[in-house]
């Protein structure tokens, strides 16, 4: 791979899920930006947010970002308000193509309902979060170099074989090696 292939998109679109698969077919590295702050923290998501607030995270994010950016070539899956930041955008497009894994709200909140880890739904009314923030982020989502549908009823495995299929046909400077 020339460069990194970087997940955006919102909570329970399967950035996570489908970008460890993707790693895996690619043989390439796979890293999680929330996986990577936890560990350097030694705290889960929840807790930093609770502990040190939201705009610690977000600074976190911005390193953590930068520095998994560095490394070789891999799968970075990222949280899903990295992509707003402006300057989180600008270290993504010098050295990635940002792939918008989007997804429909219902199946964004069928994931997300189920667990309790993501602070930012820890509200009254989570599904008016959740659609909220889908309202807000979206434009800026597609500002991505590409945009791929995660189909609800697909497994993560058809879904990430089926990404795999779209950037090779779009991309073919990106994936040179056929593994
Ligand atoms: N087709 C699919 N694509 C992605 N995730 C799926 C799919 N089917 C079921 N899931 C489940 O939905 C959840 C997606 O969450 P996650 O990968 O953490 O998303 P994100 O990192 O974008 O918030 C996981 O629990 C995953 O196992
Ligand atoms: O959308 C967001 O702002 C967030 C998404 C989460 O990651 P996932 O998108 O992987 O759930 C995590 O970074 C944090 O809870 C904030
Ligand atoms: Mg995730």
Known sequence: MTRHIVLIGMMGAGKTAIGLD??????????????????????????????????FFRAREAQVLGRLLAGPPGVISTGGGAWMRPENRQMVAARGLSVWLNCSPETLWMRVRQRPTRPLLQTADPKGTLLRLLEERGPVYALADAEFVS?????????????????????????????
């Open 22 to 55: 993707l790693a895996r077919r690619l043989r390439v590295p796979f890293k999680d930006s929330d996986a990577e702050i936890e560990a350097a923290a030694a705290m889960s998501i929840t807790e930093i947010f609770a502990r040190d607030g939201e705009a």
């Open 151 to 179: 189909q609800a009823g697909d497994s993560i495995e058809a879904t990430s074989g089926r990404l795999l299929t779209q950037l090779r046909a779009a991309h073919p400077d990106l994936i040179q090696e056929i593994p």
